[in-house]
């Protein structure tokens, strides 16, 4: 229902100032009674859609996803997420659900194992340890931005109140050395535009790459003395590629010369940007948006003054990836209010296949085609 109804509940008090200027949908309330989470939440924090297509939908098939609102009991399902955990490959995630479980001690049924949610997708992949969802999001803007708006719209067709969002992931730091963890307080494009620029129907569209940073120094307070890495807040900036995209000299093509990638390196370094990673710019920007509080958190793999190759062995590399995980799961055992008994799995509840048709359907799906 767009909140320009008359139907549409009395605006609720919790967010109008974090509307920025100019953000107010085009034909709906412009006045200073209408809050911004009316756009994005519904009054008990349940995550509403800018989007009034989907509620007229029959079905909704979160095609990447291999999960669907007409196939699926999505509110039994992932009604009780809170933290949903996002990491670019599908092992990383999977280890991640697994360490997380030990952490917050949750207990699987004897004989069962963690299953891949979305197995049939063959895209990504899904795993849910209580409150927590853990999926991986791939390489690069495309691939995080179509996870985002599934996840997203999985958030709404769940009903889950109030998700914090959190990326997990890999960096080049500029100036820091291998092993340190960047939070991200702003994220820049590889022009250093805080924003994500996008074509939609041959408009360039803007969006601002804002994230939480009451959020970000909190995650850094939960990083101890006793640390083997220091823990910087500080602008990222995310490129479309690995190699030309970050200024690299090992890549197939190179048209600069040394001199003019450290000159860019140290402009770079002089604004502030911490390090470079390819997710960020869309991560900030779908979950600014759709008003989800999120974080991104990376390890440096090297320090790109000195070099451009990853060339760390992989348990070093292995080791320094489990280093946002452990100050994500310290945030969420923290949230969980984790001095009490470790939680249980629900006991088995109703079905959560409604419709084995359409769940055949969504399958084939997500899996036939390239
Ligand atoms: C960090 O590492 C990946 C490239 O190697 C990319 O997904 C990123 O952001
Ligand atoms: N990921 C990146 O995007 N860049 C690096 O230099 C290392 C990891």
């Known amino acids: 229902m767009p909140c320009n109804s008359e139907d549409f509940p009395v605006p609720c008090d919790r967010c109008m100032d974090k509307l920025p200027e100019g953000e107010t949908p085009e034909g709906e309330k412009t006045n200073a009674e209408v809050k911004s989470c009316c756009y994005v939440r519904y009054p008990d924090g349940a995550v509403r859609l800018r989007n009034p297509n989907i509620e007229l939908m029959d079905q909704d098939i979160l095609y990447h996803l291999a999960l669907g609102s007409g196939s699926h009991d999505l509110q039994q399902m ?42 049939y997708s063959y895209r990504y992949s899904m795993y849910k340890v209580g409150p927590v969802l853990s999926i991986s999001h791939g390489m690069g803007i495309p691939s995080v931005g179509i996870l985002l708006h599934e996840v997203i719209k999985l958030m ?87 190699y030309e995209g970050q200024g690299r000299l090992d890549g197939a093509f190179c048209d600069y010369t040394e001199k003019e990638k450290l000159e860019f390196l140290h402009k770079v370094h002089d604004n502030n940007i911490l390090n470079m990673e390819m997710e960020s710019l869309a991560f900030a920007a779908l979950t600014h948006h759709a008003g989800i509080r999120a974080a991104v958190i990376c390890v440096t793999l090297l320090n790109r003054l000195n070099g451009d190759q990853v060339a760390s062995s992989k348990e070093v590399l292995n080791e320094w990836q489990n280093r946002p995980q452990a100050i994500v799961a310290r945030y969420i055992k923290k949230h969980m209010g984790m001095t009490g008994p470790a939680p249980r799995p629900p006991p088995p509840g109703p079905k959560t296949v409604v419709n084995s048709k359409k769940l055949k359907f969504v399958r084939e799906e997500s899996q036939s085609y390239e």
């Not at 092992?91 to 979305?118: C, H, V, W």
Request: some cysteine; overall charge negative.
């Open 156 to 242: 709404y067709h769940a009903r889950v109140k109030d998700p914090v969002f959190f990326r997990l992931g890999t960096c080049g730091g500029i100036g820091l050395d291998g092993g340190q963890l960047v939070i991200t307080d702003e994220a820049v494009d590889g022009m250093m535009r805080p924003f994500l620029e996008l074509p939609v129907l041959g408009q360039l569209v803007q969006r601002p790459s804002k994230l939480d940073t009451e959020l970000a120094k909190e995650l850094q307070s939960l990083s101890t003395q006793d640390d083997p890495f220091e823990t910087h807040v500080g602008r990222t900036m995310c490129t479309y590629d690995f």
């Open 78 to 119: 992932f009604g009780d997420v809170k933290f949903v955990c996002m990491g670019g490959t599908p092992k990383r995630m999977e280890q991640f659900a697994n360490f997380i479980m030990d952490e917050i001690g949750y207990k699987l049924p004897a004989g069962t194992t963690l299953l891949d949610i979305s197995q």
